[in-house]
């Protein structure tokens, strides 16, 4: 957001979600996080989400 100088009001806008509903994805400590979430919020903001599992 910061690099693109957006507002969390406007970053909610682009999403078609409320403010309260952004804050709650940009909160670390809440684990309810979906990657359909978090692939909208990337798309709101040119990006792409690209997941990659890795042998351990």
């Known amino acids: ?3 693109q100088k ?6 909610a806008k682009r999403l078609h979600t409320s403010r309260a509903t952004l804050n709650r ?7 309810s996080l979906t990657l359909t979430t978090l692939a909208s919020a990337a798309a709101a ?6 997941l990659q599992l890795a042998a351990a």
């Open 1 to 3: 957001m910061k690099a």
């Open 25 to 31: 994805l940009l909160d670390e400590n809440d684990v």
């Open 6 to 11: 957006l507002t969390q009001t406007e970053l």
């Open 45 to 50: 903001l040119g990006k792409k989400v690209n």
